[in-house]
């Protein structure tokens, strides 16, 4: 006799990170996870131990408090604009909305690796289009469009590669998608991004019903832990989402403490100056060591292997041997590279430290 069984497609969820070993010291360094060194800003750390007063009480209304500060902040349309518990949760509901069995999820292929599963919960088809060098190209995407093709994915900032394409050719695979696909751009990384062309995105939500963005406050907030996203697109597709969401998608502490760290631009400023002065340096360092290091826009970097001597697992667990954690996955196209988030400063040097050692005497 056996039990209830869940769909099909849930059955076919993989895990797309390495896990993480627990042999060695334990962990001092953490470059594993895309998160903010730096931390939140001061005052959302105060917003959200004041909140802990209240944690006997639902927060109502939460997107009335946060939703109009991320409307003033970002200078758009309130009514086009929800939250979740972390864009993961958001990108999870949009899926829900829009996939159905046999329907089809796109994306580049190497893209954001946990993409697939959203499909999968849905019994949908996940669909990757070849990309070049880990970076979205844009003509096979459209190539690969089908009639069953629901919704189109693209990170931009991408990862685990940090590749980054125009919003000229966003707006080109926007414009030769049919209208009734959606596109979902997640943008998770994008205040990283030092190209001086990115800012067209919420216009293109604003003047089409088929394109959403994601944004989070995960990475150059610091709020990692208190899971925190957001959703601007199409009215209808706010109604949609919002008629998935949990009744109340956010803690108390999470809530203000997103709330305060809105306000604290300089933070902001502070943490993205820091990153990207670091990013410049760890690629120049891997690329002087005969890594290829590919261009990244995101808070972090990736770095392939070449020589079959020294290769990308046995780097890990030389870090690892040093209290250091870096990032591999499970997708056979990264199996000679690793991904290594930019922490402090002291943090990124002791890692190319470690792995100088490591290419030197293969320990």
Same mark, same amino acid.
């Given at each position: 006799?056996?039990?209830?069984?869940?769909?099909?497609?849930?059955?076919?969820?993989?895990?797309?990170?390495?896990?993480?070993?627990?042999?060695?010291?334990?962990?001092?360094?953490?470059?594993?996870?895309?998160?903010?060194?730096?931390?939140?800003?001061?005052?959302?750390?105060?917003?959200?131990?004041?909140?802990?007063?209240?944690?006997?009480?639902?927060?109502?209304?939460?997107?009335?408090?946060?939703?109009?500060?991320?409307?003033?902040?970002?200078?758009?349309?309130?009514?086009?604009?929800?939250?979740?518990?972390?864009?993961?949760?958001?990108?999870?509901?949009?899926?829900?909305?829009?996939?159905?069995?046999?329907?089809?999820?796109?994306?580049?292929?190497?893209?954001?690796?946990?993409?697939?599963?959203?499909?999968?919960?849905?019994?949908?088809?996940?669909?990757?289009?070849?990309?070049?060098?880990?970076?979205?190209?844009?003509?096979?995407?459209?190539?690969?469009?089908?009639?069953?093709?629901?919704?189109?994915?693209?990170?931009?900032?991408?990862?685990?590669?940090?590749?980054?394409?125009?919003?000229?050719?966003?707006?080109?695979?926007?414009?030769?998608?049919?209208?009734?696909?959606?596109?979902?751009?997640?943008?998770?990384?994008?205040?990283?991004?030092?190209?001086?062309?990115?800012?067209?995105?919420?216009?293109?939500?604003?003047?089409?019903?088929?394109?959403?963005?994601?944004?989070?406050?995960?990475?150059?907030?610091?709020?990692?832990?208190?899971?925190?996203?957001?959703?601007?697109?199409?009215?209808?597709?706010?109604?949609?989402?919002?008629?998935?969401?949990?009744?109340?998608?956010?803690?108390?502490?999470?809530?203000?403490?997103?709330? %305060?760290?809105? #306000?604290?631009? @300089?933070?902001? +400023?502070?943490?993205?100056? /820091?990153?990207?002065?670091?990013?410049?340096? =760890? *690629?120049?360092?891997?690329?002087?060591?005969?890594?290829?290091?590919?261009?990244?826009?995101?808070?972090?970097?990736?770095?392939?292997?070449?020589?079959?001597?020294?290769?990308?697992?046995?780097?890990?667990?030389?870090?690892?041997?040093?209290?250091?954690?870096?990032?591999?996955?499970?997708?056979? %196209?990264?199996? #000679?590279?690793? @991904?290594?988030? +930019?922490?402090?400063?002291? /943090?990124?040097?002791?890692?190319?430290?470690? =792995? *100088?050692?490591?290419?030197?005497?293969?320990?």
């Amino acid at each position: 006799m056996t039990g209830p069984e869940p769909r099909k497609g849930i059955l076919q969820i993989k895990k797309h990170m390495v896990p993480a070993s627990e042999d060695g010291p334990p962990i001092s360094i953490a470059l594993d996870s895309n998160e903010s060194a730096y931390g939140p800003s001061p005052y959302a750390l105060q917003a959200a131990n004041a909140a802990t007063a209240c944690l006997k009480r639902y927060q109502e209304n939460q997107g009335r408090i946060l939703i109009p500060a991320l409307a003033d902040r970002f200078q758009l349309d309130p009514d086009r604009i929800t939250i979740g518990c972390g864009s993961d949760d958001l990108l999870a509901r949009l899926s829900r909305a829009y996939l159905e069995p046999g329907s089809e999820l796109l994306r580049s292929a190497n893209s954001y690796l946990k993409v697939p599963n959203y499909a999968y919960s849905n019994d949908a088809v996940p669909v990757s289009a070849p990309d070049r060098e880990f970076t979205a190209d844009i003509e096979a995407m459209l190539r690969t469009v089908t009639g069953r093709t629901r919704i189109v994915y693209l990170a931009n900032p991408d990862n685990p590669s940090g590749t980054y394409i125009s919003t000229d050719k966003v707006r080109l695979l926007h414009d030769r998608l049919p209208r009734h696909v959606l596109l979902v751009i997640d943008c998770a990384y994008s205040e990283y991004v030092d190209i001086e062309d990115q800012h067209g995105l919420f216009q293109l939500v604003e003047n089409f019903q088929n394109v959403v963005v994601t944004r989070t406050f995960s990475k150059v907030y610091g709020l990692a832990g208190a899971r925190v996203g957001w959703l601007y697109g199409p009215r209808d597709v706010i109604k949609a989402v919002e008629s998935l969401s949990l009744t109340f998608p956010l803690s108390t502490p999470s809530l203000a403490a997103a709330l %305060a760290a809105l #306000d604290d631009q @300089r933070h902001v +400023l502070h943490v993205v100056g /820091e990153t990207i002065k670091l990013r410049l340096h =760890l *690629a120049t360092a891997l690329g002087a060591l005969g890594f290829k290091v590919y261009p990244s826009q995101a808070n972090f970097v990736l770095a392939k292997f070449s020589d079959p001597a020294r290769p990308a697992a046995k780097a890990a667990a030389a870090l690892r041997r040093r209290r250091i954690a870096v990032r591999r996955f499970t997708a056979p %196209a990264y199996n #000679d590279c690793l @991904r290594i988030t +930019l922490g402090f400063e002291n /943090e990124v040097r002791a890692a190319e430290i470690a =792995l *100088a050692d490591y290419m030197e005497t293969g320990r």
